[in-house]
């Protein structure tokens, strides 16, 4: 069964060209989907943003977690740059690991 979302204030490729202008990300996300209220992103992983045993480390998954929850804002207010997280909390149940991490926000 399949979810209908109401559209989001920004696009998929809005997202993507505003993130590519970033600076200060690293591993870079791309943005798979847009609703209003809700974000998929990928995260590539490589070599260098691993840890030994192939683990990804906690501050990529804080940052991608943190760069996602930002363009949820964006789904409702547009390109919003001032909008910042009020709090961040993870509980780490496993790591993480792979080529890909995949970021899912609602």
Not at 40 to 66: C, E, F, N, Q, S
Not at 78 to 104: E, Q, S
């Amino acid at each position: 069964m399949t979810t209908s979302r109401p559209p989001s204030a920004v696009s998929v490729d809005e997202c993507n060209r505003y993130i590519s202008e970033l600076d200060f990300v690293d591993p870079v996300p791309v943005i798979e989907e847009v609703a209003q209220d809700w974000v998929v992103a990928r995260v590539k992983i490589d070599g260098l943003h691993l840890r030994p045993g192939g683990y990804v480390p906690g501050p990529v998954m804080m940052t991608a977690v943190d760069l996602v929850a930002w363009f949820l804002v964006f789904t409702r207010n547009g390109i919003t740059p001032m909008a910042l997280t009020w709090d961040l909390k993870i509980n780490f149940l496993r790591p993480a690991h792979g080529a890909d991490l995949i970021v899912r926000a609602r």
